[in-house]
């Protein structure tokens, strides 16, 4: 078959996959349309999974691979929530930055986005409903707990309604075509520390480093200043037009960060995977939290985090303790636990595990 009449047959498929998608979106308009009614939450992350698991399994012995399809129908998913009813999403900024790209994997490209400078201000805006969801850096595997994060869940009125863990790619973007031509390379404290390896093997100590407030903002002066580069995300380089000249220039490939999706009163039905979040005030009575971790291990539930956080009331020493076990608040084996602690139980959230 010749490359013309190949290029007629993709025609014709796209033209079949335009009409269906079509489709697809007629009926998500009509599930908005009930969902209004019953002011019911338009994001499931456990029916996304359920989606493209089922379509997986569909999909075995085909071309397309699982990371494909997510890749896929997650963008189908964000245009299906922005048909059924548009929704505002807050997140750490500056535009551009690795928390904004968390924010579009799940919520697409049409989503009204609202960049805040701080974590504080984006538990405000859920908090006040100025927004739907909100999104935040809880930890990362190289660096540990974003203790902000930490501290805020610990004192708001929110809720986890999904994680979100992702790779973290740095890119080294210029204007530039010659590296000789570049004397400064601009970016955060965090991305000079990760990408140490790749400034040596390219610059020794032959270019100025200097340090900015964001990875957003580093595209933003390399764009402007001449014989400059920025570390950054692709999405900073994209956003401010700047060629990326490296990918992926960080010194390790694990580097991961777990990010959380927020939202006020809003609560997940058990899913086949799900990943519980509660804060927990323990008494400071010798072995109390022992007896209360050896509650977990009674019940066969695994703990899969545990994290101390200063309980900042008056001149005392007290703490309180955040921890992330395997399964949903609802399970038989989980209540008979939160029945007994329930005055020392914060419940954050139970939502589909992903990491």
Known sequence: MELNALREKINQIDSELLE???NRMSVVKDIGLMKQRNNAIVYRPEREKWIIDRLEE?????????????????????????????????????EGSFTHQAAESRFGAMGEYIALPTIKAIFDSIETERVRFGIVPIENNQEGSVTDTIDQLCTRDVKIVAEIPMPIHFTFASSENNLHNIETILSKDIA??????????????????????????????????PNSAA??????????????????????????????????????????????????????????????????KTAGVNLTKVE???AKEGDK??????????GHYKDEKVIPIFDKYAEQINFLGSYVKLC
């Not at 694990?254 to 799900?274: A, C, M, S, Y």
């Not at 519980?276 to 050896?294: C, E, H, K, N, Q």
């Not at 020493?317 to 395997?326: A, C, Q």
Request: glycine share 4%; charged share 25%.
């Open 58 to 94: 569909l999909n075995r012995n085909n071309l397309l691979n699982r990371e494909a399809i997510e890749a896929i129908f997650l963008e189908i998913f964000a245009v299906s929530r922005n048909i059924e009813l548009p929704e505002r999403i807050s997140y750490l900024g500056p």
């Open 231 to 296: 570390i950054c995300s692709h999405i900073a380089a994209k956003l401010y037009d700047l060629p990326v000249l490296f990918k992926n220039i960080e010194d390790t490939h694990h580097n991961r960060t777990r990010f959380l999706i927020l939202g006020k009163n809003v609560l997940n039905q058990p899913g086949e995977k799900d990943k519980t979040t509660i804060l927990a005030r323990i008494s400071d009575m010798p072995g109390a939290l022992v007896d209360f971790l050896y509650e977990f």
């Open 192 to 225: 000079f520390r990760q990408c140490r390896h790749f400034i040596e093997d390219h610059f020794g100590n032959e270019v100025k480093c200097i340090e900015v407030t964001s990875t957003s903002k580093a595209a933003r002066l390399a764009k402007e200043q």
């Open 20 to 22: 269906l998608l079509n």
């Open 317 to 326: 020493f007290k703490y309180w303790f955040l921890i992330d076990f395997d």
């Open 308 to 310: 101390s956080r200063p």
